[in-house]
């Protein structure tokens, strides 16, 4: 009912910028929340960046100045701009909206399929 679709991943040296980009579609009433999170091979899911309806943002501390979160909200949209990457911040990217299918509804996480980012050094 509810898909999300990334792109913009790709194989970039240290010190470069890649822009990432999800497209949330499908039965949506409203969008609370729309983020990104990267998983490092053996390691856990962890959030980079989110922002929420209201325009507040949040990062993580390790990409705080270097990445930027933006949404259209027009087009159910989620961008994240970084910069200055480093190969520690190789791994998957993945999208995430929190968001009510119909009114009244309890609010969900959804994910998209994700995006690998690469960070040679």
């Known amino acids: 009912q509810v898909q999300l679709v990334e792109s913009g991943g790709a194989l970039v040296q240290a010190g470069g910028s890649l822009c990432l980009s999800c497209?949330?579609?499908?039965?949506?009433?409203?969008?609370?929340?729309m983020g990104w999170y990267r998983q490092a091979p053996g390691k856990q899911r962890e959030l980079v960046a989110a922002?929420?309806?209201?325009?507040?943002?949040n990062y993580a501390d390790s990409v705080k100045g270097r990445f930027t979160v933006s949404r259209d909200n027009a087009k159910n949209t989620v961008y994240l701009q970084m910069n200055s990457l480093k190969p520690e911040e190789t791994g998957v990217y993945y999208c995430?909206?929190?968001?009510?299918?119909?009114?009244?509804?309890?609010?969900?996480?959804?994910w998209g399929q994700g995006t690998q980012v690469t960070v040679s050094s």
């Open positions: 995430n909206a929190n968001l009510i299918t119909r009114m009244w509804g309890d609010p969900a996480d959804y």
């Open positions: 497209a949330a579609s499908g039965r949506i009433f409203s969008i609370n929340r």
């Open positions: 922002s929420t309806s209201d325009g507040s943002t």
